[in-house]
Every structure is written in C-alpha cells, then in structure tokens.
C-alpha cells in the first residue's frame, strides 16, 4: 500500500479516537438502566413472573411519583422481554387486601402473601429519594417473594416531572440532615455506585492475513554498498537509500491474541489488546528504489532475507452496537506500541555486542502502528460466546544496526481476519 494511502488511514484513526473520547457517552434512560439490571438475573429465575410494586417516598407521604415510576419500570421490563410482568390493576387489589397500598413497606410474611395471590417468583419495588435539584433519587429491589430476600438493587437520578399530592410552594425537601429510620424488616438499598462494569474477553486467532512490508536502508553519511546488504544486481553502489514497498510476506504462526473490552456503558467501551504476529520477505519479483528513483526489477530469491516479529499492546476505544441480547456488531480504533524482534541473515551490522561488520543482523526495537477491527459477537449464553471480525493493521519502526548516522525502517501492513472465543465478566 502506497505511502500516501497509510497517511490517510492513521490520520483517519486519530480522527476517530479524538472523536469518540471528545464526545460524552451515549446516556441511557435511567429507567431502562434499572429495566437491564434486573434482565439480567432473569435467567436465576424458574418462571420469570415478577409484580412491580409503586415506589414511596422515604420520607412519607403519598404521592403520583411511585407510580409513575413503576410504570415506566414495567415499560422498559416488557420492551426488554425478559420477565413476565403482572398488570398494575391485580397488583392494586392485592395491595389493597393486604393494607400495603399506602405504606409500601414488604415484609417477608407481605411478600409470600403476594407471591402466593399473584403467582409471582418475584417482586420490584424501592423508595425515592428527592433531593434539592429537582431530581428524585430512584433506589430498587428485586425480593424472591419466598425469602423476601433482595436478589438484585440497582438505583439511578431521574428528573421529577410529576408533583407531590398538597405540595405547598414553600415545601421542604429532604436534607441530608434529616434522619429517617427504616422500618425493621425494610431494605434500604446503598447509595447508588452505577451499573457494575462489563469486562468483553476475546481470545483471538487470526484465520486469514493478507500483509505487505515496506523495507529501507538509509546513510547520508557513508552511504550504502550491495555487499553490505547482502544484495546482488547490475546496480552500482553509488546510492545512499535503497527501498522497497508493498513487499508480499509470508507468516510461520498466524496472528494470536487476547482483547479485554472494558465497557462505560452499553454503547461504549475502551479496548487494550495483547497480540503476537510475525511476518517475512517471502521469494519475489519486485521493484525497487534508488535515492527515491524508480529502478527496474528486483528478485529476492529467498523467504527469509527480512523478518520481524511483533508483540504488540494496543489502547483504544471499541464502540458497540447491540442487536439483540445475544449479538453485537462492534468496531474500534487502538494505537498500538510494539517490542519488534527483527532479523535480517544477510545483512552486515554491529548487532549483538559485535564490534565486527558482520552477518547477521538482529536486534529488538520499539515501534509504533494502529489497528482499526470491524465485527461481531455472538452469545450462546450471558457470559460466553464467540465472534469474528476484519482488521486494518499498520505497525512501524526504526532500526540502525548498530551503524553510525543509518536510518533504517520497516513497516507492515495487513488486512486480516480472526474468530476466536468471546467471554462476558460483570
């Protein structure tokens, strides 16, 4: 691939870090947060049948907010299709043989007498917080209606826009200074710390890699001879830079590694990468430069005349695009900081602690490059699954051989394919 065109993709991944860390995460409807964190022990549950109780205020008094707030809880919980979830009006009448309509508070007695009228496995219910900026602090349980034990809480800020029934203009809100003592047998859930982390886990293997190597040898000083390069052609050895691109590779191991996706939000995560991939000049028919002019062809007549190999740490981003609860399509952008092993059998250097001009040469360097993947997750579980994707990858670096004022560099190119084995950890 032409110089230019590397240009523009590496510029193109910068635009697309700076623009991603720029922009704010995608917010999510905090009532759809809570909806997701109880999804997500619905596979605990045997029928999944849940009631979803109107919240209360902590600090008393009767007001349309629990209710909205469960409505648009059970709202979200149908969209997700996780649970079955019982209608307000059953839910009302039995809140109103067991008197719990106005204190709100369940017991374990009140929450098997629910369960048992209601056939439910389980109940949502919690209180709401209002604090001094409009905002109601949203805190819920899911309770087993046979233990009455909280099998999940989750809590969020959510703005009010309903009002509390004989609210007077010159009402107080609630302070941290005033004390509320909760009844005995009532959970009160911990201050909110958000949803806990996603960690996505790719172990990965490269099942098809198409690569190309730039190579260049350079001293303005001394300048370059065929015999120190271990080149043979009519050429004279007049030149100080010889050059070649788009040189095809060939690889002993495909590309493997492991990609820990560590997700903000469910839109939104931040990649580090561990990889190892090692390409070589293969035997080929090639043009060359000379000084940055175009000469005729060039025959390299073995597979092993240039080779590097790369262990590779990549940080980025990886934006993520669910499309059912079990599939995703994702993408990312990541630079990449690269131990580059390379070795070159008939190259003349000073490599290895050698103060004689021989070959071989070899050494490790640090390089730089980025990888652009574009792809899939497929779940068979919550937690396991598989996934496959395409990447763009360009990792470059510097060497001297050891060689007063030589500015040698190699940069390779590939366009691959991996799958592997994808795990889910919250």
């Known amino acids: 691939m032409k110089n230019y065109t590397k240009i523009i993709f590496g510029l193109l991944s910068i635009v697309i870090c700076v623009s991603f860390f720029a922009l704010p995460a995608v917010a999510e409807d905090p009532y759809k947060t809570i909806a997701r964190e109880f999804s997500k022990y619905a596979s605990k549950l045997t029928t999944r049948k849940i009631a979803v109780i109107p919240f209360t205020y902590v600090e008393g008094g009767e007001a349309s907010g629990g209710t909205i707030v469960s409505e648009r809880i059970i ?6 299709g996780e649970f079955e979830v019982v209608e307000r009006a059953q839910i009302e009448k039995v809140l109103k043989e067991l008197n ?12 098997k007498e629910i369960g048992k009228i209601l056939g439910v496995e389980a109940i949502i219910t919690g209180s709401l917080i209002q604090k001094t900026n409009g905002l109601v602090e949203v805190n819920a349980r899911l309770i087993s209606t046979e233990t ?9 800020n959510v703005e009010r826009d309903w ?19 909760a009844p005995a047998n009532e959970y009160v859930a911990p201050a909110y710390q958000g949803p806990a982390p996603v960690v996505i886990i790719d172990i990965m293997g490269g099942v098809y890699n198409n690569s190309t190597m730039d190579l260049e040898f350079s001293n303005s000083y001394y300048g370059q001879k065929k015999d120190w390069l271990g080149l043979t052609g009519s050429f004279s050895d007049g030149f100080t830079k010889i050059e070649w691109r788009d040189l095809g590779t060939i690889s002993s191991l495909p ?20 990889s190892y991939s090692s390409y070589a000049i293969n035997s080929q028919t090639t043009t ?9 062809t060039f025959y390299f007549s073995t597979d092993d005349y240039f080779k590097v190999n790369f262990f590779t740490m990549g940080f980025g981003i990886l934006p993520v695009i669910p499309i059912g609860k079990n599939f995703d399509i994702f993408f990312g952008a990541a630079l990449n900081m690269n131990l580059c092993f390379w070795e070159a059998p008939y190259v003349k250097g000073y490599t290895g602690g050698s103060n004689v001009f021989l070959a071989p040469s070899e050494d490790m360097e640090l390089g730089f490059g980025f990888t652009v993947p574009v792809g899939m997750h497929i779940y068979f579980t919550d937690g396991f699954g598989i996934f ?7 990792n470059t670096f510097n060497f001297t051989r050891t060689v007063d004022d030589e500015n040698d560099k190699a940069g390779v190119t590939s366009l691959s394919a991996f799958a592997g084995l994808s795990f889910k950890v919250r």
């Open 148 to 156: 009455a034990k909280v099998l999940c809480a989750s809590g969020v």
């Open 388 to 394: 496959a994707e395409g990447r763009y990858t360009y």
């Open 255 to 274: 590309p493997l590694g492991v990609r820990f996706g560590i997700m903000a939000s469910e839109y939104l995560g931040f990649l580090m990468e561990f």
């Open 288 to 296: 060359f430069w000379l000084d940055g002019v175009k000469q005729g």
């Open 75 to 80: 709202t979200q919980l149908v969209n997700l």
């Open 100 to 111: 719990l309509q106005t204190t709100g508070i369940i017991d374990q007695s009140s929450a």
């Open 163 to 181: 009002n509390v029934k004989g609210e007077a203009q010159t009402q107080q809100y609630y302070t941290p200074t005033q004390q509320y003592s």
